[in-house]
Each structure stands twice: as structure tokens, then as C-alpha cells.
């Protein structure tokens, strides 16, 4: 399997993980896409192999308890927030700047969230949708792919990750979080060295 | 483990345009569905107006291109909003943008109310008019017209009905809804809270709130204010049979059972007296009748209160004791809609003697004084002289002495005029509103017009009552025309204007043109000496130093709010209560004088029997009475409404959630709807939104959606004051 496509399949599966569970989507999309990535040698098999996968109705409604715990429900707060404005811009703020940046990129793809998703564009599951269709393209679209990393996903995703495995109580958000953290961290690792560039320069030219 | 994925499954997944990614399908992205092209968008402009989607009259700015309308927001400056607009606001949009809207003047044809219509002019349609009307007045004289109103634009019909020479200018906002509680506040301190309240609600540290459902029967900045005092703490007793939006922000719900508010009420003054609870320093200084009040209530005990309410004993005096505690930044809250039992003046009272007890009158978090902006009306010849009584009895010796004169009894007319009692009336004049869906006696309304020579209706939207028209008058919307003024009395005195955004879409023309050349017909121009509603309101702002034009460059001009004179008694300066004594009157002296004062007393209401449930309905944040279901963009939100039924309520009947159920009355009135099993509702209760159920086939949206509470609520009457008694019908539920 080529780099590219093992990427696209990497974020896609981390994109799958966090988005509201879906006996379909589960069985039919997330399951086949693990299997198929947990049999491709590399250091992202070990995490992809670890993924415990609901069993049944009751496991992925169980899931779905906690997806709308963590995520959407909240008495006070919300325990762990999935949009990457609450991280990058104070964490009272949604729909903040840093929401422009995915919003732009968005829009050169021609791309917006489904407007049933219900999701605003730097949510986890956007953003990592994002990333896996910028990959699919083979590396044409590497500017695109180096600001929205660096800008976002990187800088922001560590603490959310850190912050799914403080508060889940289920092991499935254990394992998508570490992986996910994996994953950028190596993506991370890849584009500073094919590069040579770091975040610093993505923002200006970002500003030009 | 592994599985191959299957192609034909992961297209079925991607639907609904989701992207897919590699031939996988996402969960969140899609292609943008319209080609991003620039749109060549004239530049926009933005007026001034204040809204009319509701009765609180919120400050809006409407930003217009290409000579239309095209979006409302808030004006900062106002006062009643502080830049918020509701869902109802920002949909005022479509009430001139309405399909349904009435386009032009149109003549009745076949029989009243068959919907059969002829296209006229407005030169023949004020021709019939003032035909019609001259030869009433010259049989019957000049009461013989009744006009009822309903809206802001009312105010250029009332002058024309005034002008004409008759005392039977109505409108519902007293009968049907506030004036128990401005009578109340009236009688005790000289101080009606107004229809926009002067509540110090950001600074109240102490709630309860007497079926106030402030959150949904919503009004921008009462809500906001309370919400700010919530966020910052304030607790929140909230008392109603039904655990609304409000009673979900509470720090405490008591499902009271329906129609027997005063009896806690009652129960609280008695503790407060009894345990030396009220503010003395003010009681002494500022009260009349605090030993009387005490003989009249020493029978209401808590333990009384709990036979009768179902609140527990303890739970009264502990509420007492916590009201006490929190004083003077502490609020009974009366509901807006104080009519619903045969004593709704008592319950009234109570309200305004606890909030006397507590001390607040012109104390932060209790009762502001408000500022005014005086703004001087037009030099007039005066009215004619009415020889005759209101027909409604409001007002009068002997009949409601103690109703509202200006707005009258809108019930009471609908009954004087089915009844002909106590003289003729013949003619009907209507502004906006909507006798079936806003009283309680589709019966009566029929008759009423059934015996009238002529009935001309004005209105901008088709309903259940103007197809009964004999004339139909099409009006301009509130974002296509100048009306009069709005003064406001709040913290801050203010005068703010209503600007058009565009031009009528339809042949329709504004209140006052329509008023001013009716006039004109009927030899009444005296009283319409302006050439326009602008020139009318130039004149008016000029006599204060103001002028249309520098209005229009801001929406608004306020005096700013004075601490000193909102709060004299937090800054050493006495209050002023306007009685007939000086001083707060906790047993009212007109209510003696009258023979009247057993409204401080309890009056039992009535019990369901087996089977039955007390009738309630209520607001919901989306609609305004019956005059926004036809709204596209409201019924997107709130499209019918539905019958909430307790399970244990519903299971006895084998009725499940999303049933339809017949809800029918001891007077066999029925409507049909569906059931929301919930436990948010007594299980010896019902309720359902107001203003569902319509009728008249022309509101294409609204048509047969729901079930109208109007058809259902009790027709008796508070027998101080003539208001409806609304809340004193009692139904069965069946499943359909």
C-alpha cells in the first residue's frame, strides 16, 4: 500500500473513531478499514490492532452513552471538547479565528460539513476528514496538508487527546485517542522532514 | 476478524451528499453544493424600527437592499432588548413576505364568512365604509360602533372611534390577559407595573415565581435580565403545574395544583406577618391596613394552604422565611396572563402586598420607578362627548367599575354585542387581532357578528375573524410603514422609531393613511390634520426638541437612567405611591369603598371529577398568541401543537405518546390533537400551546395544525373585575 494511501486510511479511521457511533458505519466502514491497515506492516499496526471494536447493539449504544458524555452532553461543561478553536483560541471560545484556517482550506477543496453532520468545520472528525482527503491526492495538495497540521491538528490535538484518555471510561476512546496521537505525531515527524519547514513558516504563508 | 469491506454498503453509508475519501465514505464532509461564485450584491442600507412580532416591542435594525427587506437584527441602544432578537423577531421577515398576506381590498360576496370575494378599490371600499357607517350613526347614534384592536397600529383606530363619537374602543391585553395584576398593583400602590415591567431583575437575588414562565412565554430583555441574575446565583422558586423551560433553570419546582395560587399566597403573607418577616422600617413608614391584612389572613395557615394547594406547610414557611431573608432584592413574580380563576384580582393582590411586605418598592432588585420621555401628542379639537356607557360595562358604576376604561373588556364587548346589551351595536370595526382564537367563546363571537349591519376589518394577514368581514382593509406590514411612536418608561426614558424598510409589496396602505382617509369620508379630518404618519410624528418630536429626521439617523433617543430617581430609597429619597391615601394600601381603600374588598379573601375554585383534568394552556418561545402560526418560519419550528398528559393519566386511558386524542369540555366543546405523554405535568392536569386549531382555510400553513385551547377554555369570569376566568375549564381525554 502506497505512503499516501496508508495515511488517507490512518486519519480516516481516526476521523471514524470520533464521530457519533454507528452500528453501520462500525461494522461496514471502521472494522474493514482497521483490518485492512492492521495487516500493513508498519508502526501504526500495533495501535490499529489494539482497537476494541464494539460487539453487538448493546456494546455500541453503550458507546454512544459515552460519545455523547464525553463529547456533547454536559452539566456545567463538557468534559472534553472536540473543536480545535477551544484549544487554540482560549478555551471560552468557539467559532473562534483559528476556525478561518480550516474554513479556507475547506473551501479551496470545495468542501463544507454536511449540514446534517450539525458539525462545525474544526470539529475532530472535519478536521481529520479533512487531512485524509487532502492525503488521497498523493502529495499535490501538501501546502494544504502542511497549515492545516500545523496549524491544527498538531498543535491542538495532543491535549485532546490527553484529555479523552483522562476522563472516557471506556477503552475503545482509550486506544482511538492514543492512536490518533500516534498518528499525528508521526505525520507531524514526516512533513517537517520531507519539508524542511516548520509551523512558524506555515503561518505566514498562511498570512500571505 | 477482518472483513472485506463492501463496496455497495459503503455507498449506501455515504449518502445524503457526504464526500467520500478514497472510496470510503466520511462522516462529516460533503461537496459544497453550490459552485462558489461572486454574487454581485447591491450595497445595503439599515432603519430603524421596533418590532411587532410580540407585545414587548423590541428595538430592531433592518438592513435592506434592493428596496427590500432582507434581515432583522437587534438595536443595541434599546432598552427592551439590548441587541437580542428571538426566533419570533428574526421571523418577521415573513410576515411581509407571507404568501397568504391580503393584497388589496376585497368585498364580501357571498354569505358572511364563506370565504367569497371581490377585488374593489380603496376608494369604493371607503365609499361602503362611510356609507355604512353614517347610516348606522344616524339610526342607533354613535356608540352604535364597536372597534376592537389588537397591535401597535391600533392607536390610529382608536382616534378614528373616538373621533366618531364612540366610548367602545377595545382591546384584549385587559380582559383576556393583564388587567387583574395592573389592577392590583394599581389598587394597593398607585402603580401598575406596565406591559413592560419595571423589575429590577438583574440585581433580584430571589425568585419565586408564580407560573411566570419567563423563558418561554419570552420577552428579550425581561429574559435576559433574569437570566443574568440567575447566572450570578439568584434562586428561583418556580410554581406551576408544569415543569416548563423555567421550571428547569429553578432551583425549585412546586407542581401547585391549578387555580389555587392565592391560597399560597394567602398562606405566605400569613407567615410573614405572623413571624414578623416584612421590612417594618417601610411597612411603618410607607403602609396602611398591616393590622386589618393580618385579621383577614389569620385563617389562611400554612397547613390550610397545603389541604388546598398540595404545597407542603413546611415548605410555605420555609419559602416565607427565604423571601424574607433575600429582601429587598427579592420578587413575587405574578404571571403576565392573570386570568384564570373567578378571583384573579385576589391573587393579584396577594402578590402585591407580599412585594410590599418585602419591602421592594424602589429598591434594587425589587421595583424600579421608571423614567418617561415625554413626547407631547398633537394639538386636537377634543373628542365628542359620549353620551352612552361603554357597552362592555368597563369602567362604569355599577357594572366593572374597576376595569380598565382605555382598553375595556374585548369579552364583555363580544358578549354586549351578541346580546345587542345594553343598546345596539351595529357596527364592528377591527384592527389586527382575532376574537375566536383569542377569547374563549367561539359561540358568542358568531353571534356578535351575526348581529351586526357592517363589520370592516383591518389587518395584514388573513384569520379566522376578518373572513367574517363584510369589508376587508389589507394593511401595510410594521417593515413597510411609519407608525406613531414608542415612548417607553424603563431604567432609561426612551423614544424610538419605526421606519419603513421598503414599500408596501401589495396594494396595502399603513394604519394611519387608512384612518385618516376613512375619516375624511366620515367628516371626522379635524382629527387627522397630518398629511402622513411622518409628518405626524416630525410634529410630535419637534414639540421635544427632537425631529424625525435626527430619529431616524439612530432608531432611538433616551434619557439616561438615574439611580436616584429609579431607586430613591437606596439614595436617601422617598418614595411616591399615587393612592387616594399616599401611602401603600394593603387593604385597599376604593376596593372598600367599592364593597369589593372580599377579593383579599379565598375564593374555592373547581375540582375535577373522576376522568377530569384541569384545562391549561400556555406560550412557547416560537409563537405569539394565535397570530404567528401561519408564519413559514415559525411553523418550521412549532408546526401543531400537542396535549401533555402525565403517564399515569394517559396509561388509564390506553393513551400512548403521539396518540390523537378528542379533548372535550363539560359544554361538549371538542378538539382533536396529539398526546405528549410526559411527566413534566400534574397527572390531574393537561395543557396544550396556545393559538393552534385554525380554522380559516386561507392560512395556507396553520390549517388544521393542532388543536386551539381558545375552543376549550372556561368562559366565566372574575367577579371583581369582569376578566376571563380561563383557567376554570375542566375536560376528558379520549383516544381517538
Known amino acids: 500500500m502506497a505512503e499516501h494511501d496508508i495515511r488517507m486510511k490512518l486519519h480516516l ?69 472536540p473543536y480545535g478553536g477551544y484549544w487554540l483560541d482560549g478555551k471560552s471560545t468557539l467559532y473562534g479565528p483559528s476556525l478561518r484556517t480550516v474554513e479556507r482550506i475547506m473551501a479551496a477543496e470545495g468542501l463544507e460539513p454536511a449540514q446534517a453532520s450539525g458539525l462545525a468545520p474544526d470539529h475532530v472528525v472535519c478536521e481529520l476528514e479533512l487531512m485524509a482527503h487532502l492525503a ?53 515527524a514526516r512533513l517537517a522532514a520531507h519539508m524542511g519547514r516548520t509551523a512558524g513558516d506555515a503561518d505566514e504563508e498562511e498570512q500571505a | 476478524m477482518s472483513k472485506t469491506t463492501d463496496p455497495s454498503r459503503r455507498r449506501f453509508l455515504g449518502g445524503a451528499g457526504l464526500l467520500a475519501v ?79 398576506r391580503l393584497k388589496f381590498p376585497l368585498l364580501r360576496m357571498g354569505e358572511r364568512g364563506a370565504g367569497k370575494w371581490k377585488r374593489i378599490s380603496w376608494d369604493e371600499a371607503y365609499d361602503r365604509i362611510a356609507a355604512a357607517f353614517l347610516k348606522a350613526k344616524e339610526q342607533y347614534g354613535p356608540e352604535t360602533l364597536a372597534m376592537i384592536g389588537h397591535g401597535t397600529w391600533e392607536k390610529p383606530y382608536h382616534r378614528l372611534a373616538h373621533a366618531f363619537g364612540t366610548p367602545n374602543t377595545t382591546s384584549p391585553v385587559f380582559g383576556l390577559c393583564c388587567g387583574p395584576r395592573d389592577v392590583a398593583n394599581q389598587l394597593v400602590a398607585g402603580r401598575p407595573l406596565g406591559g413592560n415591567e419595571t423589575l429590577d431583575l438583574e440585581n433580584c437575588r430571589y425568585f419565586l415565581m408564580m407560573g411566570r414562565n419567563i423563558t418561554e412565554s419570552l420577552h428579550n430583555g425581561e429574559t435576559l435580565g433574569w437570566v443574568e441574575a440567575v447566572a450570578k446565583g439568584a434562586q428561583v422558586v418556580y410554581v406551576d403545574p408544569r415543569y416548563t423551560i423555567t421550571a428547569s433553570k429553578a432551583k425549585e419546582w412546586l407542581p401547585i395544583r391549578p387555580l389555587t395560587d392565592h ?61 424574607a431573608a433575600h429582601a429587598p432584592a427579592a420578587l413575587v413574580y405574578s404571571p403576565r396572563r392573570l386570568t384564570r380563576t373567578s378571583n384573579d384580582l385576589g391573587t393579584g393582590l396577594a402578590i402585591s402586598i407580599l412585594n410590599t411586605l418585602l419591602g421592594v418598592w424602589d429598591r434594587e432588585g425589587g421595583i424600579f420607578s421608571p423614567l418617561s420621555f415625554p413626547v407631547p401628542e398633537p394639538d386636537l379639537p377634543p373628542f365628542p362627548h359620549a353620551d352612552a356607557p361603554r357597552a362592555d360595562g368597563a369602567g362604569v358604576e355599577g357594572v366593572w367599575p374597576l376595569a380598565n376604561a382605555q382598553y375595556g373588556l374585548t369579552n364583555q364587548m363580544w358578549s354586549a354585542i351578541a346580546e345587542q346589551k345594553p343598546y345596539p351595536i351595529k357596527l364592528l370595526l377591527t384592527a389586527g387581532g382575532n376574537g375566536f382564537m383569542n377569547s374563549t367563546d367561539f359561540d358568542a363571537i358568531r353571534r356578535a357578528i351575526g348581529q351586526l349591519d357592517f363589520f370592516v376589518a383591518a389587518d395584514i394577514a388573513p384569520n379566522e375573524m376578518n373572513q367574517y368581514a ?13 407608525d406613531d ?70 432608531g432611538i433617543v433616551k434619557k439616561p437612567a438615574d439611580p436616584a430617581r429609579n431607586f430613591p430609597r437606596e439614595h436617601g429619597l422617598p418614595s411616591v405611591f399615587p393612592t387616594p391615601s399616599g401611602k401603600v394600601e394593603l387593604v385597599p381603600s376604593r376596593l372598600k369603598a367599592l364593597g369589593m374588598d372580599d377579593a383579599l379573601d379565598y375564593l374555592p375554585q373547581v375540582r375535577p371529577q373522576d376522568g377530569e383534568f384541569h384545562f391549561t394552556f400556555g406560550r412557547v418561545g416560537f409563537h405569539t398568541h394565535a397570530r404567528t402560526q401561519n408564519n413559514p418560519w415559525l411553523a418550521d419550528l412549532m408546526g401543531e401543537n400537542e396535549l401533555w398528559i402525565h403517564p399515569d393519566a394517559a396509561s388509564r386511558q390506553g393513551i400512548r405518546d403521539g396518540d390523537r386524542v378528542e379533548v372535550a369540555d363539560r359544554n361538549s366543546r371538542k378538539e382533536t390533537l396529539r398526546a405528549k405523554v410526559t411527566r413534566r405535568i400534574r397527572p390531574d392536569t393537561v395543557f396544550m400551546v396556545h393559538g393552534f386549531g385554525h380554522f380559516d382555510p386561507r392560512m395556507r400553513t396553520a390549517h388544521g395544525k393542532g388543536a386551539a385551547d381558545a375552543n376549550l377554555a372556561s368562559r366565566d369570569r372574575d367577579g371583581h373585575l369582569g376578566t376571563v376566568a380561563m383557567g376554570r375549564s375542566l375536560v376528558r381525554v379520549r383516544k381517538l
Open chain 2, 485 to 554: 411612536l414608542q415612548t417607553g418608561g424603563a431604567k432609561e426614558g426612551f423614544v424610538a422609531v419605526r421606519m419603513p424598510a421598503m414599500k408596501p409589496l401589495h396594494d396595502t396602505r399603513d394604519a394611519w393613511t387608512i384612518c385618516k382617509q376613512l375619516a375624511g369620508r366620515l367628516g371626522l379630518g379635524a382629527w387627522f390634520p397630518h398629511a402622513s404618519a411622518a409628518e405626524l410624528i416630525d410634529e410630535r418630536l419637534k414639540k421635544a426638541g427632537l425631529s424625525l429626521a435626527e430619529l431616524e439617523t439612530k
Open chain 2, 263 to 323: 391560597a399560597f399566597l394567602l398562606a405566605l403573607i400569613r407567615v410573614m406577618i405572623e413571624e414578623r418577616l416584612y421590612d417594618t422600617e417601610f411597612v411603618a413608614a410607607y403602609t396602611l391596613g398591616l393590622e386589618e391584612l393580618e385579621r383577614r389572613v389569620a385563617r389562611y395557615t400554612p397547613e390550610w394552604a397545603e389541604e388546598e394547594c398540595g404545597i407542603a406547610a413546611k415548605d410555605i414557611r420555609r419559602i416565607a422565611r427565604e423571601l
Open chain 2, 470 to 482: 363584510d369589508i376587508l382593509l389589507p394593511e401595510a406590514s410594521y417593515l413597510e410603514r411609519y
Open chain 2, 22 to 100: 478514497g472510496g470510503y465514505p466520511a462522516r462529516a464532509l460533503a461537496r459544497v453544493k453550490a459552485p462558489h461564485a461572486a454574487e454581485m450584491l447591491g450595497p445595503s442600507r439599515e432603519v430603524f424600527s421596533f418590532c411587532d412580532m410580540c407585545y414587548w416591542r423590541c428595538g430592531l435594525k433592518i438592513r435592506v437592499r434592493d428596496g427590500r427587506a432582507v434581515k432583522i437584527e437587534g438595536n443595541p441602544e434599546h432598552p427592551n432588548n439590548r441587541g437580542v432578537v428571538c426566533a419570533k423577531g428574526n421571523a418577521g421577515l415573513m410576515a411581509a413576505y407571507d404568501p397568504d
Open chain 1, 136 to 188: 488521497s491526492q498523493g502529495g499535490k495538495k501538501a501546502p494544504l496538508e502542511k497549515t492545516l497540521l500545523f496549524n491544527h491538528l498538531a498543535r491542538w490535538t495532543p491535549d485532546f487527546c490527553r484529555a479523552v484518555m483522562e476522563n472516557t471510561r471506556e477503552e475503545f476512546y482509550c486506544a482511538a485517542a492514543k492512536l490518533l496521537e500516534e498518528t499525528v505525531a508521526r505525520d507531524e
Open chain 1, 13 to 81: 479511521l481516526c476521523a471514524g473513531l470520533f464521530a457519533e457511533p454507528e452500528a453501520e458505519h462500525l461494522e461496514h466502514v471502521l472494522r474493514p478499514l482497521a483490518a485492512e491497515l492492521g495487516q500493513t506492516d508498519g508502526p501504526w499496526q500495533e495501535g490499529v490492532r489494539a482497537l476494541p471494536f464494539p460487539e453487538g447493539g448493546r456494546e455500541t449504544a453503550q458507546l454512544g452513552l459515552e460519545y455523547n458524555r464525553l463529547f456533547v452532553l454536559a452539566k456545567g461543561h463538557v468534559p472534553v471538547q
